[in-house]
């Protein structure tokens, strides 16, 4: 397995993912928007995209979810709770933050729920339900790492205050993240990449879970 950090994208400066399977094919964690860039570095590293695995439904994590399934016909996958936000607008926010230039999603999702495990070759990707940035926010666990969305930042954690927000959500999200086993590389949606181990001991939001 092979993980690519693209830049960050959208208004939001939100990170997406490419994680490359041995037949290097790919799964995208998030699309937040340019897809010309997305499929650009999915050129670069000679691989091609199956599947968009989204942490949640908020536009600035699925911007460019309607053009990469148009060029590539690939598979996206989101949690049921948020399945909702892909089709509208209100509850992904464009509206709330007033975007410009969106190009709404109308295809097929395949929803999961905690207890499936996604695939793609030899890949295998547990989902964690980690609610309160959104009830349908989740964080994907492959091998030794985990794709956090906007539920753990680097010393910090995902928004509460918006639509949908939870924090007494958030806060058991995170205490399940602090009591899941040995330390895993954190690929959040925002900010810089951490480990669970350095947030166990520094980020405030974990102290005390």
């Given at each position: 397995?092979?993980?690519y950090?693209?830049k960050?994208?959208?208004i939001c400066?939100?990170?997406?993912y490419?994680v490359?399977?041995a037949?290097?094919n790919a799964?995208?964690?998030?699309a ?6 997305i499929l650009e570095q999915l050129?670069l ?6 599947k968009?695995?989204l942490?949640?439904?908020?536009f600035d994590h699925?911007g ?5 399934v148009?060029?590539t016909g690939c ?7 948020d399945?909702?936000k892909?089709?509208?607008e209100d509850?992904?926010l ?5 975007v ?15 207890n499936?495990?996604?695939?793609l070759?030899?890949?295998?990707f547990?989902v964690?339900?980690t609610?309160g940035?959104?009830s349908?926010s989740?964080?994907?666990?492959c091998?030794n790492?985990?794709?956090t969305?906007?539920t753990?930042f ?6 509460t205050?918006?639509?949908d927000g939870?924090?007494a959500a958030m806060k058991?999200?995170l205490?399940?993240?602090?009591e899941?086993g040995?330390?895993l ?10 480990t669970?181990?350095?947030?166990r001991k520094?980020?405030?939001?974990m102290q005390?879970?």
């Open positions: 397995m092979n993980v950090s693209l960050p994208l959208s400066d939100t990170n997406s490419i490359a399977s037949q290097n799964v995208l964690i998030d937040p928007a340019d897809a010309d860039y050129e590293f000679g691989l091609t995209l199956k968009i695995f942490t949640h439904g908020h699925i460019a979810v309607a053009d990469l148009d060029k598979e996206v996958y989101v949690c049921a709770f399945k909702n892909i089709y509208d509850s992904m464009v509206n709330h933050f007033m410009r230039g969106y190009k709404k999603y109308t295809g097929e999702v395949i929803t999961f729920t905690e499936d495990i996604l695939t070759d030899e890949l295998e547990d964690v339900e609610p940035h959104t349908g989740v964080c994907f666990i091998g790492v985990m794709f969305g906007d753990l680097a010393r910090s954690c995902g928004r205050d918006l639509p939870d924090p058991k999200s205490k399940k993240l602090c899941l040995g330390d590389k954190v690929y959040p949606g925002h900010m810089q990449s951490t669970l181990d350095t947030e520094y980020n405030q939001f005390g879970l």
